[in-house]
């Protein structure tokens, strides 16, 4: 028993960046704990009458977790919780009503960030996060925070990097610390936050790990062991973060009890229900207790969510800083358009990036895996490239990205999987290689650019008939490009991609010419590369295409994406496999989806 106590204190230290010191005093105080009976273990009836569990204090002043034995039943906290209170209410200023249709508008935009240490929030947290060189909150997180103090349920909104990840977790994470250190510390989270892509998992949760080091957070993904989520899990968490997949599935093998849950949130929630995670997210809700605070965040919310959302949330308030005329797109990014036709366009990439790359990092949005890998695999011959798409494995992914985040490599070449909410600092040109699906997917590819203020190009490149199509983009989102000259193309430069037929492997044949040519009616076969299972990873690939304007009209969109990946015609492959390549499949809404939920993606 004593060897199973060290390995779960090594485990719980190594996972939460305590300081050696701290993990010894938390070893001791466990094995005090276990050997000592009394007075260090509670006993049950200490827990029903709320009596005080003994704590150790980490290096923040906030008491450690305690060990989990088999002797205490781990819904210890729960029992404290009923008699001890309400996180999301115990330091709430009790809020007067007030009717769902309401709403702060972009009148809450702008104006000076209010001093991160003078909001009466967790020392800890004004210490971590201006270590990271925050000290103001940004607009979106001055709006959210008094009404997620308040336990208010909402829905926000705010362009593409303005901090909606810190405007929710600050609340959070103040809210969990003062809970914590009230209560004392128990074994299930007490908040979780779902999204859409395992990347974009990874990065909240560190956003949360950083900015509260005392926390327990844990990224739940598919395509790694579950084996060590499961031991983490054990070992007691705070904040989970996760993809609806993996969670689904440790729920089901009885690792994750979300009994205890007081916040649940929705990272690029039009994303989540719009890709068809509506249904998993369900099943997620459906296990939270009912008094907790819901929240959902995204830069774009398509108007159908609303209905969605008033099955989910209990009167939420809208706070909602883009507003419906306003401009879509961050401040400082400027766009441009180029056209090119399908034979040309992978040979104008390099001079784009060097004209308007400013030497920094570059990323390249194509629409399939096979566009991703075959222009990675072109670029790359002269430049340092990387591909990043659902069918390459998780490991590799993260490799990849962690490799561009620290400037190994300049140019990466993304699939959809990277669109949403990825911040990667300094990219300095988004380069869409065709139009993308919609709106929304325009929003978010371009702003992986122009981040925090900083400033960003992004360039999209459309078929010499496709002027109308970027003429919609222009009027949807508010701005509009700069069309570049034409770059003249050698008619030999095809042959950048030459000799790496098969390298993501599948049966599409034919010349370049033809690959890269979007629009021409590719009646299946990507859409049904990888998942293989219904519950798992990201879905963010793969779809038909909304912008089919001009003669690609008749080219057949609806039929992008069949093969193998309709939902209702099989994949239901089991807990935990990977569905990270794709979700479209959904071929009888073609593309044109944003009206209806489970259309796009
Ligand atoms: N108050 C702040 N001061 C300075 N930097 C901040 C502040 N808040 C957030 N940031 C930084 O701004 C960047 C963008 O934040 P974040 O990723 O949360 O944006 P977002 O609105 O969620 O974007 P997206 O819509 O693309 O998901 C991050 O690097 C984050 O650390």
Same mark, same amino acid.
């Given at each position: 028993m004593i060897s199973t106590v060290?390995?779960?204190? !090594?485990?719980?230290?190594?996972? &939460?960046?305590?300081?050696?010191?701290?993990?010894?005093?938390?070893?001791?105080?466990?094995?005090? @704990? @276990?050997?000592?009976?009394?007075?260090?273990?509670?006993?049950?009836?200490?827990?029903?009458?709320?009596a005080a569990l003994p704590q150790t204090t980490n290096p923040y002043g906030v008491k450690a977790r305690d060990f989990h034995f088999q002797s205490r039943p781990s819904e210890f906290r729960a029992s404290m919780a009923s008699s001890a209170g309400f996180a999301a209410q115990d330091y709430a200023p009790s809020y007067d009503g007030g009717d769902s249709e309401e709403s702060v508008g972009s009148s809450g935009d702008g104006g000076d960030g209010l001093a991160i240490s003078d909001l009466g929030i967790s020392p800890e947290i004004v210490k971590a996060l201006s270590g990271r060189g925050i000290d103001k909150l940004f607009p979106i997180q001055k709006a959210v925070l008094e009404p997620a103090m308040q336990g208010r349920d909402m829905i926000g909104r705010a362009r593409t990097g303005t901090g909606k990840t810190l405007a929710f977790g600050i609340p959070v994470i103040d809210k969990i610390i003062k809970f914590n250190a009230k @209560?004392?510390?128990?074994?299930?989270?007490? =908040?979780?936050?779902?999204? +859409?892509?395992?990347?974009?998992?990874?990065? !909240?949760?560190?956003? *949360?790990?950083?900015? /509260?080091?005392?926390?327990?957070?844990? =990224?739940?993904?598919?395509?790694? +062991?579950i084996g060590q989520q499961m031991r983490e899990l054990n070992y007691g968490v705070d904040v989970a973060v996760g993809t609806p997949g993996r969670i689904i599935d440790l729920m089901k093998r009885g690792a994750l009890n979300l009994s205890e849950v007081q916040f649940i949130v929705l990272d690029e929630a039009d994303q989540m229900l719009q890709v068809g995670f509506a249904e998993d997210v369900e099943v997620i809700l459906q296990k939270l207790p009912e008094k907790r605070q819901s929240m959902m965040f995204s830069a774009t919310m398509p108007s159908w969510i609303r209905s969605l959302t008033k099955k989910y949330l209990n009167n939420p308030l809208t706070i909602d800083l883009v507003g419906d005329s306003d401009q879509k797109l961050a401040d400082g990014i400027t766009m441009y358009s180029i056209s090119a036709d399908s034979y040309g366009k992978a040979s104008i990439i390099g001079p784009l990036v060097e004209a308007h790359g400013k030497g920094g990092k570059c990323i390249v949005f194509t629409q399939t895996k096979r566009?991703?890998?075959?222009?990675?695999?072109?670029?790359?011959?002269?430049?340092?490239?990387? /591909?990043? @798409?659902?069918?390459?494995?998780?490991?590799?992914?993260?490799?990849?990205?962690?490799? *561009?985040?620290?400037?190994?490599?300049?140019?990466? !070449?993304?699939? %959809?999987?990277?669109?949403?909410?990825?911040? !990667? +600092?300094n990219v300095d040109l988004v380069i869409h290689y065709e139009l993308p699906n919609n709106t929304e997917t325009f929003v978010h590819r371009t702003g992986r650019t122009g981040r925090a203020g900083k400033k960003g190009n992004a360039i999209l490149i459309h078929g010499p008939e496709q002027s109308r199509a970027v003429k919609m983009i222009e009027r949807e989102v508010g701005s509009k490009f700069t069309e570049l000259p034409s770059i003249p193309v050698e008619r030999g430069s095809g042959s950048m991609f030459e000799g790496i037929g098969g390298r993501s492997g599948g049966s599409y044949g034919g010349g370049m010419r033809d690959r890269s040519s979007s629009y021409g009616g590719r009646s299946g076969g990507y859409g049904g590369g990888g998942g293989s299972g219904r519950y798992g990873g990201d879905r963010s690939e793969g779809s038909g295409n909304r912008y089919s304007g001009g003669s690609d009209r008749s080219s057949g969109y609806g039929g992008f994406g069949s093969g193998g990946s309709n939902r209702?015609?099989?994949?239901?492959?089991?807990?935990?496999? %990977?569905?990270?390549?794709?979700?479209?499949? &959904?071929?009888?809404?073609?593309?044109?989806g944003l009206k209806d939920p489970n259309s796009s993606y």
């Open positions: 060290l390995r779960r204190s !090594v485990l719980g230290a190594s996972r &939460r960046t305590q300081t050696l010191s701290a993990s010894l005093t938390s070893i001791n105080a466990a094995l005090l @704990h @276990h050997l000592t009976p009394s007075p260090s273990a509670a006993t049950v009836s200490d827990l029903k009458s709320g @209560h004392g510390r128990g074994k299930n989270p007490l =908040c979780l936050v779902l999204a +859409p892509t395992r990347e974009l998992a990874r990065q !909240v949760e560190k956003e *949360f790990r950083e900015s /509260a080091p005392s926390l327990d957070t844990i =990224c739940l993904y598919g395509g790694t +062991p566009d991703a890998d075959r222009l990675s695999y072109g670029l790359a011959k002269t430049f340092k490239c990387e /591909a990043l @798409h659902g069918d390459i494995s998780q490991s590799q992914r993260e490799r990849t990205l962690a490799g *561009f985040r620290d400037g190994n490599f300049n140019i990466l !070449v993304a699939t %959809d999987v990277a669109a949403r909410g990825l911040d !990667v +600092p209702s015609s099989g994949g239901y492959g089991g807990f935990g496999s %990977d569905r990270s390549s794709q979700s479209s499949g &959904r071929s009888s809404f073609g593309g044109f």
